[in-house]
C-alpha cells in the first residue's frame, strides 16, 4: 500500500538550532517527492521535488535529501519566519499523489 | 511563475444553499487540477482530480453529487458545493500541475478557500 509517514509530528527550535524532519514513504514506482511548506489559513507553498535516491537540493536555510525509503529535510540555522508546518507527498507510477500528515515547526527567538 | 488563485478566500452560507468556489492557473496551463479539503490540524485529503474537458475523477466517500467539478477551460476549474451543510464546513484547496518543461510534476496550489456553513 503507498503511504507517506512524516516524523515527528510537531518539532520545537530554538532560533539557530539545526534539525531535521522526515518523511518516510512506500509507493509504487515513485515519480517524484515533493516537499511544501505551509502558514495557517494558506495552501501550500512548493519547495523541492526530489526524483531519485541521493539527490539533494537546497534553498536558504532548507536542505532536502532523498534515500530509496526516505526523505529529509534539513533546517540550518532555523529563524521564528520558518515556523510553519511542512508537507511531503509522493507521486507514484499510477500518477497518485499522497500526502504526508506534515509536521509543525515552531521555532522560538 | 506558476501562480494559483482561489476565489472567494472566505465564504458563509446558510444551509441548504450552494456555493461555487474558482481556482485559476494565472501564468501557466493546467491539464490537470486537483481539489482539496483540509480539516484543522489534519493534512490535505484528495476530493477529486479534474481533468480539461472530460469529467472529474472523485476519490472513494466523496459525493460526485454534492461536489460538483467543472475544468472548461485549461486555466480554470471549479468546485460547487451543493446544498451545503455545517458538516461541509472546511478548508477547501485547489491544485494545479504545470504540464510545461520542467514543472511538470509538481502541483502548485491556491490560497484556500475557508467555507462556514451556518
Known amino acids: 500500500e503507498d503511504q507517506v509517514t512524516q516524523s515527528p509530528e510537531a518539532l520545537r527550535l530554538q532560533e539557530g538550532e539545526s534539525s531535521s524532519l522526515n518523511c518516510s514513504y512506500t509507493?509504487?514506482?515513485?515519480?517524484?517527492l515533493f516537499w511544501y511548506r505551509q502558514d495557517p489559513g494558506k495552501g501550500p507553498e512548493f519547495l523541492f521535488t526530489?526524483?531519485?535516491a541521493g539527490e539533494e537540493k537546497e534553498k536558504e536555510r532548507l536542505k532536502a535529501t532523498l534515500t530509496k525509503k526516505e526523505s529529509f529535510l534539513h533546517i540550518t540555522a532555523p529563524k521564528p519566519e520558518d515556523s510553519a508546518t511542512y508537507l511531503c507527498?509522493?507521486?507514484?507510477?499510477?500518477?497518485?499523489?499522497?500526502f504526508g500528515s506534515g509536521t509543525k515547526l515552531n521555532v522560538k527567538p | 511563475g506558476a501562480v494559483v488563485s482561489q476565489h472567494p478566500s472566505r465564504v458563509i452560507c446558510k444551509s441548504g444553499t450552494s456555493v461555487k468556489i474558482e481556482c485559476r492557473s494565472l501564468?501557466?496551463?493546467?491539464?490537470?487540477m486537483f481539489w482539496y479539503r483540509q480539516f484543522p490540524k489534519q493534512s490535505l485529503m484528495l476530493m477529486a482530480t479534474?481533468?480539461?474537458?472530460?469529467?472529474?475523477?472523485?476519490e472513494q466517500g466523496v459525493e460526485k453529487d454534492k461536489f460538483l467539478i467543472n475544468h472548461a477551460s485549461l486555466t480554470l476549474s471549479t468546485l460547487t458545493v451543493t446544498s451545503a451543510h455545517p458538516e461541509d464546513s472546511s478548508f477547501y484547496i485547489c491544485?494545479?500541475?504545470?504540464?510545461?518543461?520542467?514543472?511538470?510534476?509538481?502541483?502548485?496550489f491556491g490560497p484556500g478557500t475557508r467555507l462556514t456553513v451556518l
Open positions: 491544485s494545479a500541475r504545470d504540464m510545461s518543461g520542467s514543472g511538470y510534476n509538481e502541483q502548485f
Open positions: 509507493v509504487s514506482g515513485l515519480r517524484g
Open positions: 526530489l526524483y531519485s
Open positions: 507527498a509522493v507521486r507514484s507510477d499510477f500518477n497518485k499523489f499522497y
Open positions: 501564468d501557466f496551463q493546467a491539464t490537470t
Open positions: 479534474s481533468n480539461e474537458g472530460s469529467k472529474a475523477t472523485y
